[in-house]
């Protein structure tokens, strides 16, 4: 079965993100989107609510989807959020120069264990190189504690062909 008909459309959303910004290259909101579908981000309900140049926010519930056996957020699920933010950072980059953003080394240190409600990320570029980027993620709970912190390195490589339907 067809997975946007099995759990409906992309739940990856970019809510503050204006439809003429200057990093898209000419990749609408809608295109952006079509890229989070059918994936990890997709199917464990990520968002990314603000993309920038150099910086991107965005958050990930924390529910069963995201849990881990002792009912706490998943260490991997932080990953997700931090790699995802990073490369979505990265894309915004490259795609207009003709180039993908694959991540090549992620690492985190969870520092607080959380049950419910969302987890939001922030992501910065810390370095913005012709073929690597390094972006510093730093994960917040409901309350502003500092949950996750991670480091991901971006390669930018030649555009990828995208998959065929």
């Given at each position: 079965?067809?997975?946007?008909?099995?759990?409906?459309p992309?739940?990856?959303?970019?809510?503050?993100?204006?439809?003429d910004?200057?990093?898209?290259?000419?990749?609408?909101r809608?295109?952006l989107?079509?890229?989070?579908?059918?994936?990890?981000?997709d199917a464990l309900g990520?968002?990314?609510?603000?993309?920038?140049?150099?910086?991107?926010?965005?958050?990930?519930?924390?529910?069963?989807?995201?849990?881990?056996?002792?009912?706490?957020l998943?260490?991997?699920?932080s990953?997700?959020?931090?790699?995802?933010?990073g490369?979505?950072g990265?894309?915004?980059?490259?795609?207009?120069?003709?180039?993908?953003?694959?991540?090549?080394?992620?690492?985190?240190?969870?520092?607080?264990?959380?049950?419910?409600?969302?987890?939001?990320?922030?992501?910065?570029?810390?370095?913005?190189?012709?073929?690597?980027?390094?972006w510093?993620?730093?994960?917040?709970?409901?309350?502003?504690?500092?949950?996750?912190?991670?480091?991901?390195?971006?390669?930018?490589?030649?555009?990828?062909?995208?998959?065929?339907?």
């Amino acid at each position: 079965m067809d997975r946007a008909k099995q759990w409906g459309p992309s739940p990856v959303k970019f809510v503050e993100m204006t439809e003429d910004s200057s990093l898209s290259g000419g990749i609408s909101r809608d295109e952006l989107r079509a890229l989070g579908a059918d994936t990890i981000s997709d199917a464990l309900g990520l968002e990314v609510l603000e993309v920038e140049h150099g910086r991107v926010v965005g958050r990930l519930p924390v529910d069963a989807r995201t849990h881990q056996p002792y009912g706490l957020l998943h260490g991997g699920a932080s990953v997700v959020l931090a790699e995802t933010l990073g490369s979505v950072g990265s894309h915004f980059i490259a795609a207009p120069k003709g180039k993908g953003a694959v991540g090549i080394e992620v690492n985190a240190n969870h520092l607080r264990g959380v049950r419910s409600g969302w987890v939001t990320g922030t992501a910065r570029l810390h370095h913005e190189g012709g073929r690597l980027h390094v972006w510093h993620i730093d994960i917040e709970d409901d309350q502003g504690r500092s949950i996750c912190t991670s480091r991901l390195t971006v390669m930018l490589v030649p555009q990828p062909e995208k998959p065929a339907s």
